[in-house]
């Protein structure tokens, strides 16, 4: 797990085995002796991009550090319905405790992965990257992000300190796009590159004159012309696309020559996937 922060990871899964678990597992501790030990299994119930085992792995771990993982898979493997991903074995009672957290980021990591594995296939053959956006789910944007590689999808910023892209708002208060380009120059690192949003090709001049390194434009239906106007501007900007992207229109804003598109829909709502897990006493 190269990408991710094992000790975050760690921290996180902490948390919500707390909120899950509260005081204790009522249920389990009043069916089930304590010694009582099992083995289970996830299975896919459709065909998907896995994604978080490592995270599943992490919950039954902090819960019984003893218990016993074997994946068949590895994070980003495409698997077709019907197939075992990973095994466990150990106390009966671990497995029904932290099933539902498991399942939980299983089942929605492994969505984000398949969603952007969709959009990916959907811009092959062109130079487009398919990105994410800082619209996750609040306490699971490490882990989102990481499904998004495994994806085949690139990583936008992670957070508001990974990165300077001035937005309409940040515009608006600086009085214009130039402005607040200039002042952005004057004052960042030179190792920090800024990315600005623009709506018209007066906006895209000012940013490009300015000193930006990239635009991001929304998407809509004259963008094509936009993404010609700023080639003509300059042939080194980078040039990004957002807003409402969909599987229909994605494949067009990439033959319109965007370098990256950003997707909503990879992270904001996502369909979990069929997953489930089966237990048995050993």
Same mark, same amino acid.
């Given at each position: 797990m190269n990408w991710l922060d094992e000790g975050a990871l760690y921290s996180s899964i902490s948390l919500f085995l707390r909120e899950d678990l509260g005081r204790g597992d009522i249920t389990t501790q009043t069916v089930l002796s304590r010694n009582v030990r099992a083995k289970g299994r996830f299975v896919?119930?459709?065909?998907?991009?896995?994604?978080?085992?490592?995270?599943?792995?992490?919950?039954?771990?902090?819960?019984?550090?003893?218990?016993?993982?074997?994946?068949?898979?590895?994070?980003?493997?495409?698997?077709?319905?019907?197939?075992?991903i990973a095994r466990t074995s150990g106390f009966a009672d671990v497995m029904l405790s932290g099933e539902r957290v498991a399942l939980n980021l299983l089942q929605h990591l492994s969505g984000v992965a398949t969603r952007t594995r969709e959009f990916v296939k959907a811009v092959e053959g062109t130079k487009s990257k398919i990105a994410d956006t800082r619209k996750t789910t609040p306490g699971l944007r490490m882990l989102e992000k990481y499904a998004?590689?495994?994806?085949?999808?690139?990583?936008?910023?992670?957070?508001?300190?990974?990165?300077?892209?001035?937005?309409?708002?940040?515009?608006?208060?600086?009085?214009?796009?130039?402005?607040?380009?200039?002042?952005? #120059? +004057?004052? *960042?690192?030179?190792?920090?590159?800024?990315?600005?949003?623009?709506? %018209? =090709?007066?906006?895209? #001049? +000012?940013? *490009?004159?300015?000193?930006?390194?990239?635009?991001?434009?929304?998407? %809509? =239906?004259?963008?094509?012309?936009?993404?010609?106007k700023a080639r003509e501007v300059s042939s080194s900007v980078s040039i990004a696309v957002s807003g409402a992207v969909t599987l229909a229109n994605v494949r067009g804003f990439a033959d319109a020559g965007a370098d990256l598109i950003r997707v909503d829909a990879l992270t904001q709502s996502v369909r979990a996937m069929d997953i489930s897990f089966q237990i048995q006493q050993a």
């Open positions: 896919a119930g459709e065909d998907m991009v896995v994604a978080g085992l490592e995270a599943a792995e992490e919950v039954f771990i902090t819960l019984d550090p003893h218990q016993q993982i074997e994946a068949f898979v590895a994070d980003g493997e495409v698997v077709e319905a019907g197939k075992v998004v590689l495994l994806g085949g999808g690139v990583n936008h910023r992670y957070g508001l300190d990974d990165g300077v892209f001035i937005k309409a708002n940040h515009a608006a208060l600086a009085g214009g796009v130039g402005t607040a380009v200039k002042s952005t #120059r +004057e004052k *960042i690192g030179h190792l920090h590159k800024i990315e600005v949003e623009v709506v %018209n =090709e007066r906006e895209l #001049r +000012e940013a *490009i004159d300015n000193g930006a390194d990239a635009i991001s434009i929304d998407a %809509n =239906e004259t963008i094509a012309e936009l993404i010609r």
